[in-house]
């Protein structure tokens, strides 16, 4: 149940060596519209998670654009929005690591 090795590849080259903690790799697209449940949509297209970027926390997301484009669908903003929520209790910033076809209307 992973997602493509690029948008990985992005975070870990962003943060320090093994320090990205990822959160809601579990997700899917809940939606069942447009045969969505045919398909296998691993994290709904985006990694989100924390790691460390010269010993400072910071919060990142990386989309992916192998799964439905990288388009955000209900459980892709939810992922988003929970981490921005995270970063702001932890006063840390959110690094956004863009790479989608744009909204998946539901």
Do not use: W
Not at 1 to 24: H, K, P, Y
Not at 28 to 40: E, V, Y
């Amino acid at each position: 149940m992973s997602t493509s090795s690029a948008a990985r590849e992005r975070i870990n080259a962003l943060l320090d060596e093994n320090s990205f903690v990822e959160i809601g790799a579990l997700v899917s697209a809940r939606a069942t519209d447009f045969n969505l449940k045919q398909i296998d949509t691993p994290s709904d297209g985006c990694i989100t998670g924390y790691g460390v970027i010269n010993d400072s926390l910071v919060y990142v997301y990386a989309q992916d654009a192998s799964v439905l484009n990288g388009s955000i669908g209900e459980m892709h903003a939810k992922k988003i929005c929970n981490l921005y929520d995270m970063a702001m209790k932890m006063g840390a910033p959110v690094i956004g690591l863009i790479d989608s076809f744009g909204l998946r209307l539901q």
